[in-house]
């Protein structure tokens, strides 16, 4: 076997299709996405008789001393290979790996340390395969009424892209929240994308909330949603949800991903609040859209924690050193 960058689209795709559930982070059109934004993909195929056998997109940071590593996300690949590419990289004097596995990594020979994951561990999961009359029904009471609120009270949801819209209610949510934002043009490159979908609200012909979608495989995956300050009575954002719902099975989407809630306790592991047959940690920082999305149903996906894998134990110590300095850690 041997490790390739691939840097043909139709030979990459072709080997997604055969992935039950291909990661959306994972895709072709998500790494060139990337690309826009200034970040460097790498992708690794491996290859035994011109049959690719297992494959990566993954983000190179460059931290400048030398000292870069390689960001995996949502991977899927069997640990032989996984090991062929640790050692190829380790040739190319990558510091260490990052690596968020669809599945728990069981590597006896590789030096694992575990870190706190950028993609969400815990999410929620809808099965879209259900009529639309099921879906209602697993919902929880509170949220049909929110939602029929909604249309009552004439909100209105529109299809079409329009990264201004989404940008002045994206302020708004940000700044009330104190959620982590990208920036203006990362959203309006995102929205140039056919695999982006957006939704937005209006009332009396204003804004009023907005969602941003993926969809790819066989999933579609809600992002990024924002709100505005005013009007939050309407409750707009519970129609949005479950217009983008809709939309995602008229797309032939089997899944409907709420893209992470907070990770699931139980009774007598600490102070815990539960809604609609989900129950997490109280005081967590996400308690509030968690509560919101529980509210819809679904099942609940957990992703392994994630890791890094060390190739060169002196510059990773520089890596750990600079996060401290920078009060990262």
């Given at each position: 076997m041997e490790v390739k960058n691939c840097e043909n689209r139709q030979d990459w795709e072709n080997y997604e299709k055969t992935l039950d559930r291909a990661e959306f982070l994972q895709s072709w059109d998500w790494g060139e996405f990337q690309k826009s934004t200034g970040k460097e993909v790498l992708r690794l195929q491996i290859v035994e008789n011109n049959s690719v056998e297992g494959q990566v997109q993954g983000f190179v940071h460059s931290l400048g001393l030398g000292v870069s590593y390689v960001y995996f996300p949502r991977i899927k690949i069997e640990e032989?290979?996984?090991k062929i590419i640790?050692?190829?990289?380790?040739?190319?004097?990558f510091a260490f790996v990052r690596i968020e596995s669809v599945d728990k990594l069981r590597t006896p020979n590789l030096?694992?340390?575990?870190?706190?994951?950028?993609?969400?561990?815990?999410?929620?999961?809808?099965?879209?395969?259900?009529?639309?009359?099921?879906?209602?029904?697993?919902?929880?009471?509170?949220?049909?009424?929110?939602?029929?609120?909604?249309?009552?009270?004439?909100?209105?949801?529109?299809?079409?892209?329009?990264?201004k819209a989404f940008w002045k209610l994206n302020l708004d949510t940000t700044?009330?929240?104190?959620?982590?934002?990208?920036?203006?043009?990362?959203?309006?490159?995102?929205?140039?994308?056919?695999?982006?979908?957006?939704?937005?609200?209006?009332?009396?012909?204003?804004?009023i909330a907005s969602n941003i979608f993926i969809v790819y495989s066989d999933t579609c995956t809600y992002l990024h949603g924002t709100?505005?300050?005013?009007?939050?009575?309407?409750?707009?954002?519970?129609l949005l949800q479950w217009e983008g719902i809709k939309m995602?099975?008229?797309?032939?989407?089997?899944?409907?991903d709420f893209w992470g809630i907070a990770?699931?306790?139980?009774?007598?592991?600490?102070k815990v609040t539960c809604f609609n047959n989900f129950?997490?940690?109280?005081?967590?920082?996400?308690?509030?859209?968690?509560?919101?999305?529980?509210?819809?149903?679904?099942?609940?996906?957990?992703y392994p924690h994630a890791v890094d894998i060390v190739l060169n134990k002196w510059k990773y110590k520089i890596y750990k050193i600079a996060r401290k300095i920078r009060g990262l850690d």
């Open positions: 032989s290979r996984l640790i050692d190829h990289l380790k040739k190319n004097k030096e694992l340390r575990t870190v706190k994951n950028r993609q969400p561990v815990t999410t929620l999961l809808l099965d879209l395969t259900q009529t639309e009359e099921v879906l209602l029904q697993s919902m929880h009471p509170k949220t049909r009424y929110n939602i029929r609120l909604s249309e009552k009270k004439g909100v209105e949801v529109k299809t079409g892209k329009n990264a700044g009330r929240d104190k959620f982590k934002s990208h920036d203006k043009e990362y959203y309006a490159k995102m929205l140039n994308n056919n695999f982006c979908h957006q939704l937005t609200a209006y009332y009396d012909y204003q804004a709100s505005a300050n005013e009007q939050r009575n309407l409750m707009a954002p519970y995602a099975k008229k797309l032939g989407c089997k899944y409907y990770p699931v306790m139980k009774e007598g592991e600490g129950c997490w940690q109280a005081d967590h920082t996400w308690t509030g859209i968690t509560r919101f999305k529980t509210g819809f149903g679904g099942s609940i996906r957990e």
